[in-house]
């Protein structure tokens, strides 16, 4: 598939990075000279220097041709003048990154459509669509459903003394728990896992089961179900404003910024919003703000070493659920490795929303998420394919990935050794960055 991609920002360098390893042909332009070298030169793609909001550049970059146009300049009319461009030279699905909720409401979308844009990309709402989740959801750092809740995958940090600390891998596959531990993240590393791997305290499991086994997850992992209702966000940012916006009445919100004119503007953009003006960095002006009466802390400031160290002090001062805007990729598993609950990336969330497209262009497969350096498909099983040829176990499968469940007939299940997949059924794989086309290959 042709992939080209208008703007090197961070967006647009980490999808570039991430689908260059899934051995695509991948373009990217952006007027950044020297950011393009460094691409150019570190992974397998194209660059082509220029303006992505230009006839000329556009139409020299051959544009017509793309199966897939994807605009993530850090400009919202960029991106649409981009992707209209883009479609009136004959791309054949366009895709562009936009800043405001208007692109997204539905009564507006034969225009965006007449504009030549196929799909819209909102990381702030992306993002706070997981905060939300996160917040429903205390005890799981991520969490996902498929098919209505028919599977679910979720993230959860095991503590000293949980029942799953020490564990073999084969003595859970042995129990009557209907668990499958699809990853490990440990310390910096993700483990796609074998029966003899051990599970230890303080690891991230990634862990597929059904709707009705939740109870038993929650036990299994040592975890507690804690209500949220009163919300404190440091930093009143897009994402902050959205995340209040999209949230409703569920949840009583307080906003904490240290800009005084932010604070005057945002009544009238959160009215059911109390407001404070101060540094929410300062221990002390938290206390005064009555944070010990908060049942979630929410730290989406622009900077991310300011995020993981005020999500710490929250919870040294009681909060049991804390969620961390993290955009530095870098610092991800670091954080991760903290005490601080969940960590957001608007990149991530993005690529994942884009990688969906991709794998859409076959209308049979899609693509639920993407981590910073994990990636997990759901791909039909086509008839004839080599993953119907055989019960899972003879299968020869790469070991830089796993499948973990499927849905078949209107039943989410798991998937263990004699499991046979058949044609038809929708399998959720857990792979490593880089693997997506090995897997790929065995469905097709």
């Not at 230009?54 to 146009?69: K, M, P, Q």
């Not at 089961?209 to 992992?221: F, H, M, V």
């Not at 930093?235 to 009445?249: D, F, P, Q, T, Y």
């Amino acid at each position: 598939m042709r992939i080209v991609i208008a703007g090197a920002g961070e967006v647009g360098s980490h999808l570039a990075k991430l689908l260059s390893a899934e051995e695509q042909d991948i373009l990217l332009i952006d007027d950044n000279t020297d950011r393009l070298a460094v691409l150019d030169a570190n992974y397998n793609l194209m660059t082509f220097p220029g303006n992505p909001t230009s006839f000329s550049t556009l139409r020299d970059a051959s544009v017509g041709n793309a199966d897939l146009f994807i605009a993530v300049t850090p400009y919202e009319a960029s991106n649409i003048v981009a992707c209209s461009i883009a479609k009136t030279l004959g791309a054949k699905k366009t895709v562009a990154r936009i800043d405001s909720y208007d692109f997204m409401d539905p009564r507006n979308s034969d225009v965006v459509n007449s504009m030549g844009i196929d799909r819209v990309i909102y990381p702030e709402y992306l993002a706070a669509q997981e905060i939300i989740t996160a917040l429903k959801r205390t005890w799981a750092r991520y969490w996902f459903e498929l098919h209505d809740g028919n599977l679910i995958l979720a993230g959860i940090k095991l503590r000293q003394g949980a029942p799953l600390a020490g564990m073999m891998l084969r003595d859970l596959a042995y129990s009557n728990h209907e668990l499958h531990v699809s990853a490990i993240k440990r310390n910096h590393e993700t483990i796609i896992p074998r029966g003899d791997d051990r599970i230890e305290a303080g690891d991230i499991l990634y862990i597929t089961t059904t709707r009705e086994r939740i109870p038993d997850l929650i036990t299994l992992t040592g975890k507690q179900e804690h209500k949220i209702k009163r919300v404190l966000i440091m930093g009143a940012s897009k994402m902050a404003i959205r995340l209040v916006r999209s949230a409703g009445n569920e949840f009583k919100f307080k906003i904490v910024d240290n800009d005084a004119e932010v604070c005057r503007q945002l009544p009238f953009k959160c009215p059911d919003c109390e407001i404070i003006y101060g540094d929410g960095r300062d221990p002390e002006l938290l206390a005064d703000i009555g944070i010990s009466e908060m049942d979630a802390f929410v730290a989406l400031t622009d900077s991310s070493e300011t995020n993981i160290f005020t999500c710490l002090t929250a919870k040294d001062m009681g909060i049991k659920k804390t969620v961390a805007d993290v955009e530095n990729i870098q610092f991800i598993s670091q954080a991760e490795n903290l005490n601080i609950g969940t960590v957001v990336n608007k990149k991530l969330l993005a690529s994942s929303s884009i990688f969906q497209l991709l794998l859409d262009a076959d209308s049979s497969t899609s693509k639920c998420l993407a981590l910073a350096d994990a990636e997990v498909a759901e791909l039909e099983a086509r008839e004839g394919s080599k993953i119907t040829k055989a019960p899972v176990k003879d299968l020869s499968l790469p070991k830089e990935l796993t499948l973990a469940g499927l849905f078949r007939d209107g039943e989410g299940l798991l998937i263990n050794g004699n499991t046979h997949i058949r044609p038809g059924d929708r399998v959720l794989v857990f792979c490593l960055a880089g693997a997506l086309h090995k897997v790929e290959k065995l469905f097709s």
